[in-house]
């Protein structure tokens, strides 16, 4: 059977054409941040593994440095904090270590901010089995969380700091933060804000984590001759020290 | 001449049937019936490649040419001859002696659970079980058999076993490749799945562990060293952090120096992968499952009791440039008394699991 075009038809087409088109946009409009994550010793370029002094210039050679990151949000200058549900795992010995932000899209924005978990979210924390993820490259699935998870009931390890001074002997010193009470939200602002348009999946940031002063701060110094250790369920003030010097730690590279 | 249009078509037609027409019979039909694995409770999601997926066929095959000692030089030797069943498909020997009498460098590893694995070998070299399988047949300490004549064998097999029958039913053809006697291997290796050790059981609520192996399982789950000497110390034995219990797998399937030599010239380990004097010395760590059976332990087989393991540990190891944070070695080692090493040998022995060492569907069906 044969249609015959109609105008009523012609309208029907006409209409459906904008419809299909908007549908089409709304899923392209979600833009997608990449965030790249480099380590610096004090203020300098240093790759894991690498010789570098401490406050008291003894050498410090880093051999571990992972983390996860989460609840992430940006910062819409019109709209405030706009939360991002993501969890990645860190590692600083690989080149591109990195987290991928995807925003909704509601039209362009206007972004200052950044706002980052440092650790994994309380509720997919303790008695979260990485086994119980159908994805096992989940990042908190069994794959995804190799080393990085203290058992079942126990809960993921947010931050691993592990190295050595080379010192004679030398004095290994293991820092890892993983329980609820050690989880940190860094804050980075910046004074120009750019614009995220709608779709867009070109916008690129770097974090920089100073290794060095995860021991040295402001208001406290870990010295691991005399703190060489904690996991946390061991030793708590010692990782929330650590936690406190890790959070103030970060950067966002200009 | 006029030809009839009736005529012409017939020829035409006829022309076409005969080309359709298949005069050896009809093709044999490939239909690969998928092999139902069931993840144990507890455990992860198996993940599995996307060009190698589990068959009934597939694994059937695996199985045979796990056992096919027509894979050595000498057809003496299969995969099976180095990793024993009893012993949790391992060698009790600290190296493993190939075809023409060269000893290996390295103890062979228990294969248990190797699906879940996320590399292979003492070192790591290989990323994929298929990729794991391709060295030892060709390997002049190991099967010592070119890869060209391991598939030629098996092409002009003329036994009962009927290889290109049977890889046709596993892959859809009869021609037989390394790459698909790989994947028949692997598909075998990872349905050996161990999940029923009395450790098993008691996760599962059907079982009770004594109370020294619950105390044991205690002391593995708690931080080594005396807490005056080891800030945070807790007088346990510290086994976790690498041999972690996510997933029920008692690996944490990361590289780790545990304090065995004070050098490296012997063997470098990881390192000979990644080329970073930071690997040295590091190994893959092994699985906990059936360690009571899989001696001797070490890369290098040096330990023939777990009570040596246990008192290695105890004593926190050797110093090197590599050692691993975890061990114990400046501070007086764990500090365990007898009957905390007892209470740790009694728990490793719950992770033995014969209903698994014992399976008749992995034994040799040749």
Excluded at chain 1, 83 to 107: C, M, N, Q, W, Y
Excluded at chain 2, 106 to 119: D, P, Q, T
Excluded at chain 2, 312 to 341: R, W
Aim: proline content about 8%; glycine content about 8%; hydrophobic content about 35%.
């Amino acid at each position: 059977m044969k249609i015959p075009f109609t105008p009523l038809k012609h309208l029907g087409i006409c209409a459906l054409v904008p419809l299909l088109a908007t549908a089409g946009c709304t899923r392209q409009k979600d833009a997608e941040i990449r965030i790249a994550y480099d380590v610096v010793w004090n203020g300098s370029p240093y790759e894991i593994g690498e010789s570098a002094p401490d406050v008291q210039g003894r050498p410090v050679q880093l051999e571990r440095l992972e983390c996860y990151v989460s609840d992430f949000a940006i910062h819409d200058v019109d709209e405030g904090w706009l939360p991002i549900d993501t969890v990645a795992r860190i590692d600083f010995s690989k080149d591109d270590a990195h987290a991928v932000l995807t925003i909704p899209g509601e039209g362009d924005r206007t972004i200052d901010g950044l706002r980052m978990g440092l650790g994994v979210p309380e509720d997919r924390n303790v008695d979260v089995d990485p086994a119980s993820y159908t994805d096992p490259d989940h990042p908190l699935g069994y794959t995804g969380s190799a080393g990085l998870h203290w058992g079942w009931a126990a809960g993921y390890i947010f931050s691993v700091y592990e190295g050595r001074l080379l010192t004679e002997p030398n004095t290994l010193f293991t820092y890892h933060a993983g329980d609820d009470l050690t989880f940190r939200t860094t804050e980075l602002m910046w004074e120009e804000p750019w614009l995220l348009e709608c779709g867009s999946k070109d916008h690129n940031i770097t974090l920089v984590l100073d290794a060095y002063e995860c021991l040295h701060g402001v208001n406290d110094t870990i010295d691991p001759e005399i703190d060489p250790e904690t996991h946390t369920g061991n030793n708590l003030p010692l990782a929330i020290r650590w936690v406190d010097l890790y959070q103030n730690a970060w950067s966002i590279q200009p | 001449m006029r030809v009839s249009t009736t005529f012409i078509l017939g020829l035409f037609l006829g022309g076409l049937t005969l080309v359709g027409c298949d005069c050896h019979g009809p093709e044999p039909v490939w239909n690969p019936t998928p092999y139902p694995l069931e993840i144990p409770p507890f455990f992860p999601p198996m993940d599995l490649p996307a060009d190698n997926p589990l068959t009934e066929e597939g694994v059937r095959l695996g199985r045979m040419l796990f056992w096919e000692t027509r894979l050595s030089e000498n057809n003496a030797m299969s995969c099976g001859t180095c990793h024993l069943p009893e012993v949790s498909f391992a060698d009790p020997e600290p190296y493993s002696t190939g075809v023409t009498g060269a000893i290996g460098t390295r103890n062979a590893m228990a294969l248990i659970n190797m699906g879940w694995a996320s590399s292979y070998f003492w070192d790591g070299r290989a990323l994929t079980l298929e990729e794991q399988i391709f060295e030892p047949i060709p390997h002049p300490d190991e099967m010592n058999l070119p890869w060209s004549e391991a598939v030629a064998r098996l092409a002009n097999d003329d036994t009962e076993s009927d290889y290109p029958q049977r890889f046709f039913d596993a892959f859809g053809t009869t021609e037989i490749t390394a790459d698909l006697v790989s994947k028949a291997i692997a598909q075998f290796v990872r349905i050996m799945i161990s999940s029923d050790s009395k450790f098993d059981q008691w996760r599962r609520g059907e079982a009770s562990l004594t109370d020294s192996e619950y105390n044991g399982y205690q002391m593995f789950l708690r931080e080594g060293g005396d807490p005056e000497v080891v800030p945070g110390g807790q007088f346990g034995a510290d086994c976790f952090h690498c041999h972690g219990e996510a997933g029920l797998q008692f690996t944490d399937h990361l590289f780790h120096n545990n304090g065995l030599d004070p050098s490296f010239e012997a063997d470098p380990g990881r390192a000979l992968v990644t080329g970073s004097p930071l690997d040295s010395g590091r190994f893959r760590t092994p699985t906990l499952r059936n360690v009571a059976l899989s001696g001797p332990f070490m890369h290098d087989g040096r330990f023939q009791t777990l009570e040596e393991v246990v008192e290695h540990y105890n004593s926190g190891g050797v110093a090197s440039s590599t050692i691993d944070p975890f061990m114990k070695f400046g501070s007086g080692g764990l500090a365990l008394a007898p009957s905390q090493k007892a209470d740790l040998i009694a728990f490793l022995h719950t992770l033995t699991d014969t209903v698994f060492t014992q399976n008749p569907a992995f034994q040799n069906p040749h």
